[in-house]
């Protein structure tokens, strides 16, 4: 099994920063992608961006350009450094990751982020 758990959320105003970091914990070995997703008051969850054991990254186009995610294996956390924050950003951010020979997906327990304008 492995677990998830964010930090690093909060208010800040519009054009700001922010970090933020997942700590994984378990089977660690066996952690494949990991991801960031958010989910804004009403609507679906979606994804952020995501980044696999190797480096490879995908971005929503939302946030090309101003979010950057990585990821430190020795330390198995993966972080997502968010600038030129937007009040549209205003969010609960999960963490995700996928391990195993089959993917299997866990889910941390979120971190609200409030961008004011």
């Known amino acids: 099994q492995v677990q998830l758990v964010e930090s690093g959320g909060g208010l800040v105003q519009a054009g700001g920063s922010l970090r933020l970091s997942c700590a994984a914990s378990?089977?660690?070995?066996?952690?494949?992608?990991m991801g960031w997703y958010r989910q804004a008051p009403g609507k679906q969850r979606e994804l952020v961006a995501t980044i696999t054991r190797l480096g490879s990254t995908h971005y929503a186009d939302s946030v090309k350009g101003r979010f950057t995610i990585s990821r430190d294996n020795a330390k198995s956390t993966v972080y997502l450094q968010m600038n030129r924050l937007k009040p549209e950003d205003t969010a609960v951010y999960f963490c995700?990751?996928?391990?195993?020979?089959?993917?299997?997906?866990?889910w941390g327990q979120g971190t609200l982020v409030t961008v004011s304008s």
């Open positions: 995700n990751a996928l391990y195993g020979p089959g993917n299997a997906e866990v």
């Open positions: 378990g089977r660690l070995f066996s952690i494949n992608t």
